[in-house]
């Protein structure tokens, strides 16, 4: 199903189905007004998981519109690109900040800004990871922030009669071969199994008692130590 029209977002604007409806949704928009929240049921998973969609067809958006994404029975999954959950076309697009994560979404967590789920952690990202530019996706693949290239110093003139050096070509880009965006739960996850493994594994110097002394004076090391064993 779907709606079309001018809109905007004042409040919370609900795209998702309401309770006990199938299906997915898509509101198609000219020029969208941010502002408010909108509402959208998504399957949390991979690139291909089903979501409701907020399409801009040949306009443009203002304002901040916060997206509350709804998990609609998703389990977590690796993406490539992303979900897709605002699309554009007939030469439509979007502004930088033109939409943000609602904290009232599944497993929102507001020290990152990632929706998380099973492990994975889901960004809200413009472009996705060598998607559309101007569409939004949730992505469990993280791209870090690239940093402007620092200028340097004026290159000095070179000699014309040294043959520049050959530059070997750099190594193909993958899609989706970036960081991955991981709850940081799976670490603690893996660190507590393994100190409960050695929890009760003692070394030798735990298992056969020896005379220490944080005095090095050798007469406070006189002493005699007994331990004795036996069975009747």
Known sequence: GGARGAGGARGAVRVASAAGASGFKTL??????????????????????????????GGTTSGNTALRVVNAGGSGGQTTYGIRVVETINGGTTTADAFHLDSGSTGYRASANTVSLNGYDYSLVRGGNGGVAPDWYLTSDYTPPVNPPDPGDPAKPTDPGDPAPPVAPPDPVL????????????????????????????????????YADDDADARRGRGLWARAQGRH
Do not use: C, Q, W
């Not at 928009?29 to 907020?54: F, Q």
């Not at 799976?186 to 030798?204: E, I, K, P, Q, V």
């Open 28 to 57: 198609t928009v000219n020029n969208y007004i941010g502002g408010g929240t909108l509402v959208l049921n998504t399957r949390l998973g991979d690139d291909a998981s089903p979501t409701d969609k907020l399409v801009i067809d």
């Open 175 to 210: 899609p989706g071969g970036g960081f991955k965006n991981v709850s940081p739960e799976s670490g603690a996850y893996a660190g507590n199994r393994l100190a409960a493994m050695r929890l009760f594994t003692h070394s030798l110097h735990d298992r056969v008692p020896a």
